[in-house]
DNA sequence: TTTATAACGGATAATTTTGTCCGAATTAAA
DNA sequence: TTTAATTCGGACAAAATTATCCGTTATAAA
């Protein structure tokens, strides 16, 4: 479904989070110990992340990644996908096809549509607050 | 979503089944130039395709790929997926976890179990009659 | 029986994605 | 002011996916 640098991406965000609502300020190294991914390859994803406006960054001691409190209800998992995979998800024709629309549709076209718009939907509607509301509690787990 | 050979798959098999209604047999070149793909790609996939009872093919001249119409209406979408990206489109995670279920779920695991059961629920009961018949109405393409 | 056609199968190559390394820039703490 | 911690950025490497090549096998037609 998405690439493995979105799901890392999402699994940072929702650490990161998690952290942020305690007034935590994590490094890259803590985070990826935290989501089991490799270090450098999550440096990358962190960095699109910050560059479009998702996380913060700090350099320096003491310095690291963390989320705006403020932002917590506006961030949604629609909007990291969009940064790390592109919009691919919701355009893009299911069978390939560079062209493939209402007048010139896929086989498969209508039957996508449904699909993809209700992800789409779940992807625009789900927040980064909700996701790790739900950590908080220990419903939900980021790694294994 | 599917991986670029499994594209390609899809609509080798939904070209193979509108010829296959006209009692045609199609062989690698035609099939490589009516859906655009690169011929010795889509010949490794054909291969997968019949060794996963899903097409048939001849040897020799006049030889090439066919279904059986006996079969048009239990060959479905989601076996043609299953035989070439496998079925990590169900199991798996869709944050990349090895081991996510209702016991120890990922955040947004509730979520897309609901997305994946009604793509599962599509591909299943998408056949490659129906998609054929679409093509054959001259509604739906293959190309472009 | 010979020949030409077409799928099959294995090796190899190109491209994309995933992942690593390392030095530069920044900044808080000592 | 110096040092150490940390992100940032570019180059590089490994792995996976996509794609090509070419000889082998089977078989229909000549």
């Known amino acids: ?3 493995k640098a979105c799901e890392y991406g999402i699994r940072a965000a929702v650490y990161i989070a998690v952290q ?43 310095g690291g990644f963390e989320i705006n409190k403020t932002q ?20 893009g024709c299911g069978l390939g096809l560079k062209e493939c629309d209402e007048n010139k549709p896929c086989p498969v076209h209508d039957k996508f549509k449904d699909i993809r718009d209700e992800l789409r939907q779940m992807l625009e509607t789900t927040s980064i607050e909700e ?13 294994r």
Do not use: C, H, W
């Open 1 to 3: 479904m998405f690439s």
């Open 20 to 62: 942020s609502l305690e007034e935590r300020r994590v490094n890259l190294k803590e985070i990826a110990k935290a989501i089991e991914s490799p270090e450098a390859f999550t440096a990358k994803i962190l960095q699109q992340l910050v560059k479009s406006n998702i996380i913060d960054s700090t350099k320096g001691p003491s």
């Open 72 to 91: 917590f209800k506006q961030i949604n998992l629609s909007q990291i996908v969009s940064a790390i995979d592109g919009d691919s998800i919701y355009t």
């Open 131 to 143: 996701l790790s509301l739900g950590m908080k509690e220990g419903l939900t787990f980021l790694k």
